[in-house]
């Protein structure tokens, strides 16, 4: 199938028009010869490289009940992401070649994102000794980020044995920063909040702990490490340093910790919603000056990335008490509307920083050569359409993911995605999700197309 897109703006610039075909961008430019190719207005659209997200929880194998690469992949797609790295903390746990050649099949199958597995540090997420890292890098999944994100690797020097030994296939260990004798019986950020409310306190330090130590092990060792979910002032203020200092050290944000705080726990935004558990989240959410920090990270690079942390959750394990639910927030649907929302304009990101962070970047750090390149002749058709003037309603009921433990329900964001194509095929159109498997809407419909 032969598309142009045309009178579209690529990464915000004047707009021009993009003919795809046999899955590449085969010409940019006004005036193409369109040749019965399919036309998709792109008027008052823009066009980026498709997202890539480094920190995706898909629940397959295990709990089907809460999501799967099938349902997963489809909000991702609806998202405008193209690719999304599965987080090994399934049941099993993605330990072995075995697990991640599943994931990776089941993506395959699904063929609406490409599903890159994560495999796990250590055996089972214990922490106790380290996982086949070798064979899952050699698996056909071709694993490059480790990680028992759900956990920190907390002991040191299992850590230090995990970056030696991926150093030598240029593979990255992705940290879940938080020194659990520092966190045990946390329910919140621990502060003023948390205090008022009495909820046991989950402090800075114990994430900024562990990122001090781990930046200095991969100094140590020459090995690159990727620090998940940075949510505090001092978290940056160390990747900082670390960085300046030459150490191979990337980082990621999630949407949530860009906006949302730890007041919202108590009822900020709306009284009513004080201690609802769709607020619970690990790392928790910050304070307003953490937020601010975060922000001016992601704006100035010392963050490189926003990564969803997308988790979803069965009604029962999130419906309840707040100290009973479990942590984790929806994400791959959202991601891009928050990041636009709290970071595009004046003095923060254009559409080519807001590019950089959510598609070639993590495209770099987990190694996925076909992803993140801005349209352009000659380079996979693999990118989304955005409407940075459209606002739409947050509807849990319409995700297109299995739970509903949106944070977002019920606001009204900016930007929608109007169409996302992998390789050349769209997987969606007209803000629907399209391709062999049932559509989903993605609420009110879009613009183009
Ligand atoms: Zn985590």
Same mark, same amino acid.
């Given at each position: ?6 009178? =579209? ?13 046999? @899955?590449? =961008?085969?010409?940019? @430019? &006004? ?11 792109? &008027? @008052? ?24 690469? %099938? ?6 797609? %609806? ?7 599965? $987080? ?26 490409? =599903? ?29 980020? !480790? ?11 299992? $850590? ?21 004798? #520092? ?13 008022? #409310? ?14 001090? *130590? ?10 690159? %490490? ?23 050290? &990337? ?74 639910? *479990?942590?984790? $927030? ?27 962070? $959510? ?31 459209? *606002? ?20 009204? %964001? ?6 996302? !194509? ?17 559509? &989903? ?9």
């Amino acid at each position: 199938m032969t598309y142009v897109i045309t009178d =579209v703006s690529i990464l915000g610039r004047p707009p021009t028009d993009i003919l795809i075909r046999d @899955g590449v =961008v085969a010409e940019v @430019g &006004t005036g193409l010869d369109r040749g019965g190719a399919e036309v998709l207005d792109g &008027t @008052g659209l823009v066009a980026l490289p498709g997202l890539v997200d480094l920190h995706t929880h898909l629940r397959e194998p295990g709990r089907e009940d809460a999501e799967t690469v %099938l349902t997963g992949s489809r909000a991702a797609a %609806l998202g405008g992401y193209t690719a999304v790295c599965a $987080m090994a903390n399934t049941s099993p746990v993605a330990d072995t070649a075995g697990v991640v050649e599943q994931v990776y099949r089941l993506g395959r199958e699904a063929g609406l994102v490409d =599903v890159q597995p994560i495999g796990a540090v250590t055996v089972g997420l214990a922490g106790g000794s380290l996982a086949e890292l070798g064979t899952m890098a050699t698996s056909a999944a071709r694993v490059r980020i !480790f990680s028992d994100d759900g956990h920190c690797v907390a002991d040191p020097r299992l $850590m230090r044995r995990a970056l030696e030994y991926v150093r030598a296939f240029d593979g990255v260990i992705a940290q879940h920063a938080e020194e659990p004798r #520092l966190t045990a019986g946390a329910q919140m950020h621990e502060g003023e909040v948390s205090a008022r #409310l009495g909820l046991g306190g989950w402090p800075a330090v114990a994430e900024e702990a562990v990122i001090a *130590r781990d930046a200095l092990l991969a100094e140590h060792v020459g090995a690159r %490490l990727h620090v998940c979910h940075v949510s505090t002032a001092g978290s940056v203020e160390i990747i900082r340093w670390a960085k300046a200092r030459g150490i191979r050290i &990337t980082a990621e944000v999630t949407p949530h910790h860009l906006l949302l705080t730890d007041e919202t726990v108590a009822g900020s935004g709306d009284p009513a919603r004080a201690y609802d558990p769709v607020f619970k989240v690990n790392p928790p959410l910050r304070t307003a000056a953490d937020a601010a920090a975060l922000r001016a990270a992601l704006v100035d690079g010392v963050i490189d990335v926003v990564a969803t942390d997308h988790a979803p959750h069965a009604v029962e394990d999130k419906e309840c008490e707040w100290e009973y639910a *479990r942590p984790g $927030m929806l994400g791959l649907q959202t991601a891009l509307s928050v990041v636009v929302a709290q970071c595009l304009g004046d003095g923060g990101l254009d559409w080519d920083g807001i590019a950089e962070r $959510m598609s070639r970047a993590p495209a770099r750090i987990a190694g996925l050569a076909e992803h993140g390149h801005d349209p352009a002749p000659g380079v996979p058709a693999t990118l989304t359409l955005v409407d940075p003037a459209a *606002r739409w309603r947050v509807d849990p009921g319409e995700l297109a993911s299995k739970a509903r433990n949106t944070p977002y329900a019920g606001m009204e %964001l900016p930007a929608r995605v109007v169409a996302t !194509f992998l390789r050349g095929v769209p997987t969606v159109l007209d803000g629907k999700a399209v391709g062999a498997h049932a559509p &989903t809407t993605t609420g009110d419909g879009g613009v183009g197309g």
